[in-house]
């Protein structure tokens, strides 16, 4: 079985300053991970998706993460957070096969402010 | 745009009724997901077909069911309704079977309201 765990369900940064969203996930195999976005009133959007390959994985709208498998975590990034970014983020975990579920991290909603 | 498309986009409903939702996938895509999406409880998956099968169950409540048809748009229904139905539902869908590192493309969402 698999599972996410998002670390703070809000956060709140400057325009200008540095998002950090945090990620950690249990599995017994290695996963397939994502991170979702959602606007509101919109149904959720894909940021970026880790599969296998290289750890540092980049997605839309200036965002990154790194896989770090010794620390179990998928923390998502962007150096610079602009208004736009307020959103909520969800975190989400796979696994290979065909009969694999996505398991998704109770969310993490982002305030820029001024 | 996801290209999944999903009406109506809010039902108002009194408790005990039934409603239908109703989801088109991308095009291309065989899987379809249901997902409920509340204050309390997050986002939690009901039920995914694929090709017209029931592929996985989740959370979904003996008073709720789904099909796909062979056209392969899906339908959700909602039966005797009570207040904690209240939600946003979510369909999404996916090229394969399990989801492995596909991603799911998710509709806007229907928002249902049981007064």
Known sequence: ?114 | DSGVTQTPKHLITATGQRVTLRCSPRSGDLSVYWYQQSLDQGLQFLIQYYNGEERAKGNILERFSAQQFPDLHSELNLSSLELGDSALYFCASSTTAGTGDSPLHFGNGTRLTVT
């Open chain 1, 1 to 114: 079985a698999q599972s996410v765990t998002q670390l703070g369900s809000h956060v709140s940064v400057s325009e200008g300053a540095l998002v950090l969203l945090r990620c950690n996930y249990s599995s017994s195999v290695p996963p397939y991970l994502f991170w979702y976005v959602q606007y509101p009133n919109q149904g959720l959007q894909l940021l970026l998706k880790y599969t296998t390959g290289a750890t540092l994985v980049k997605g839309i709208n200036g965002f990154e993460a790194e896989f770090k498998k010794s620390e179990t975590s998928f923390h998502l990034t962007k150096p610079s957070a602009h208004m736009s970014d307020a959103a909520e983020y969800f975190c989400a975990v796979s696994l290979t096969g065909t009969a694999s579920k996505l398991t998704f991290g109770t969310g993490t909603r982002l305030q820029v402010t001024l």
